[in-house]
């Protein structure tokens, strides 16, 4: 478990989490670019909480569930995802009833200094679409830099979309 500023913790998921699972896949954006099922089922969140647990299993990478440190209730996902050549992505998603209060980047505070730290990763990379201030804001708010925009970098729903990416290394601040 990793302490993410003290109002947060990460932690594996578990098979109770499903209700976070349930409250993204209504969200119109989050199971196009995530695995959360885009029709919810308690088989359907079952398995994609088992789908975390295999991930850290076979090495694929690693996904946390956000959870709030008083309650336990989980109310997003971070997962880091090691790739060749010293780098890693790192992906996240927060359910609507918990955005605004800071859960994504206290998340990303949480793993980048575990990826970095501790890992060793020396480059972590996020991806995010222009529109989705919430998002680029938190990450700068956690120290990743805006190293530019790729256009049409990847298929969205159906479309292609730009994203911008950011980067975190070692020895920035976090």
Do not use: C
């Not at 969140?45 to 990478?61: K, M, S």
């Not at 690693?62 to 790739?83: E, H, K, M, N, T």
């Not at 700068?140 to 479309?159: I, Y």
């Amino acid at each position: 478990m990793l302490d993410a500023g003290g109002r947060f913790v990460l932690r594996r998921w578990e098979l109770g989490d499903v209700e976070a699972v349930r409250e993204a896949a209504r969200d119109p954006y989050i199971p196009l670019i995530t695995s959360v099922p885009p029709v919810y089922s308690e088989a359907e969140g079952a398995a994609f909480v088992r789908r975390q647990w295999d991930r850290a299993e076979t090495g694929a990478g690693y996904s946390f569930a956000i959870a709030d440190a008083r309650s336990g209730r989980a109310v997003g996902q971070i997962g880091l995802w090691p790739g060749a050549n010293g780098r890693a992505s790192v992906g996240y998603w927060v359910a609507g009833s918990a955005r605004g209060q800071g859960v994504a980047s206290a998340a990303l505070l949480a793993v980048s200094a575990w990826g970095l730290d501790e890992l060793r990763i020396p480059r972590l990379e996020l991806h995010v679409e222009p529109w989705n201030g919430g998002s680029w804001k938190a990450a700068e708010r956690a120290g990743f830099e805006r190293e530019g925009l790729l256009r049409s970098w990847m298929e969205v729903g159906g479309a292609r979309r730009d994203m911008y990416v950011y980067a975190k290394i070692t020895g920035t601040d976090r």
